[in-house]
């Protein structure tokens, strides 16, 4: 038996739409694919403005441009959680002051938010781990009290809401991932997410290398140049076909992950309930939108010894996340601080195989095994 992690589905539209991307003639970034997802984005989740990127990361960049990110700037984030989040800011030399994980999930506990802010805050970054939210209206408020941007990593949370409000519409500024591990794909892509209206028209330019070249398409100038920094973060019209595939079935590829994600639940919940392991917990706010399934082991040689053995039967399970407090990269420049939560979860938490195609069979000798290796 083998069974991978993860494995990209395909919904068998991708090719097509590609073909038909290269024989409109312009493939390159902006086209009528892009149109598409951007529309599919506002009429479903009523964004108020999208704008494809090549990634996650690159999502997070503009954002941080966008605020006017300055060196000695600071920003509020998890420690658990990918690099992108915070390195975004850091490459505008931004300070990163890492808040601690909830003790019931992987996301930043809003209540310890305010006791990091000081005189150079300028920013909250959230992370809605496993795609279920954060307290938002928590974090909200705070940044309200004390005139702060919010800015959303959705990368995990697509179609996901809090509240009845989707994730990526809470924030002045959200970046959702379609990298292929995520729930809709488009090998590498993102996404960002204009919620503040102050930002709509700087977002376009900074996406166009630094060019109102958006608007001299659009007809609303009548030559186009440079007016303010950028990069080119646009992807290309073949990225938005193959991604516009995914969003014609999203309800089929959501409905068969959630199946997946409820079977593991029910499976392992007799382990839980024997105190043997943790299974994740879904905030009362929060919907869960199936991005991953994980379960949290005792300590990190138990989870090492569940690594091998699945491993051993041709599972792959994996864990994620070594602490950005404690990396080599940031461990200097952190204020200290122990974050006993996000260190619980480094050590503790695997992500058990979770994509659309995981036949149920395979499903049942993931859960077997486990079970068989706590008894
Ligand atoms: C996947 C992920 C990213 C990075 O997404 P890319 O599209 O690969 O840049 C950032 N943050 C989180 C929380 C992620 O899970």
Redesign the pocket.
Known sequence: MYIPFNKPYLTGKETDYIKEAVASGKISGDGIFTKKCHDFFTQKYGFKKCLLTT????A?EMAAILIDMQVGDEIIAPSY??V??VNAFVLRGAKVIFGDSEQHTPNIDANSIESLITPKTKAIVV?H?AGMACDMDKVMEIAHKYNLFVIE?A??AVDSYYHGKPLGSIGHLA?F???E??NIISG???MLVINDEQFAQRAEIIREKGTNRSQFFRGEVDKYGWVDVGSSFLPSDIIAAFLYAQLENIEDIQKRRKEIWQKYHESLSLLETQGKIQLPKIPQSATNNAHMFYIICNNLAERSKLITFLKEKGIWAVFHYLSLHESPFYKDKHDGRELANCSKYADTLLRLPFFYELEDDKQNFVIENIIQFYS
Do not use: N
């Open positions: 990634s996650c990361t690159d997070l959680t990918f992108s989040t992370v781990y990593d990368a995990q970046a991932s379609f990298h591990t995520k590498e892509g993102g």
